[in-house]
């Protein structure tokens, strides 16, 4: 760690305070622990170095005292790696999980507007989708309120859900 601390100079030949490398090298640290809490599917969309990934993998069974020790290590193995690369993948990365999520909520809304009885939606659905059956879209509505009113799981409104998302996928 003292081979950080010894004189270092950025591109532009002035002097980087010891202060300045100890918060890049937090932020490193800070990076591993951000790459530790990913699952591992989204870490394998990164393209990290093997080396690295497996490391990372190995301190998602860590606890205590030795994952802070791994998150270390791997924050040491990050000062070597190109972090300016693993930084945009991971913003790639959050940005195609927040489109999901946005997804979801859209396909949510339009399950509870068509329970409620909106048919404003239903013609909606109909132009977005190609191929929009519209006669088992209103038996499932039919079916969920009447498994609301009989206080049944609410099978038919989940089947809704999977219609409208596969319609969804379909479209993209």
Not at 1 to 30: G, H, N, P, V
């Amino acid at each position: 760690m003292t081979e950080f601390f010894s004189e270092k100079y950025d591109d532009d030949d002035e002097l980087i305070s010891k202060s300045q490398i100890k918060r890049e090298l937090l932020a490193i640290k800070e990076l591993g622990r951000e790459l530790v809490e990913l699952p591992n599917k989204d870490l394998a969309k990164l393209n990290l170095d093997q080396d690295l990934l497996d490391h990372i993998i190995k301190a998602k069974g860590l606890t205590h005292g030795a994952l802070k020790r791994q998150i270390g290590f791997i924050g040491g193995l990050l000062a070597h790696e190109d972090t300016e690369h693993i930084y945009a993948n991971l913003t790639k990365l959050r940005q195609a999980h927040n489109g999901e999520v946005k997804q979801f909520h859209q396909i949510e809304q339009w399950r509870d507007q068509l329970l409620a009885g909106d048919d404003a939606v239903m013609s909606v659905l109909l132009n977005q989708f190609d191929g929009f059956d519209i006669q088992h879209v209103r038996q499932l509505v039919r079916n969920a309120t009447k498994e609301a009113s009989q206080n049944k799981p609410p099978k038919s409104a989940r089947v809704l859900f999977k219609y409208l998302q596969q319609c969804q996928s379909q479209h993209d």
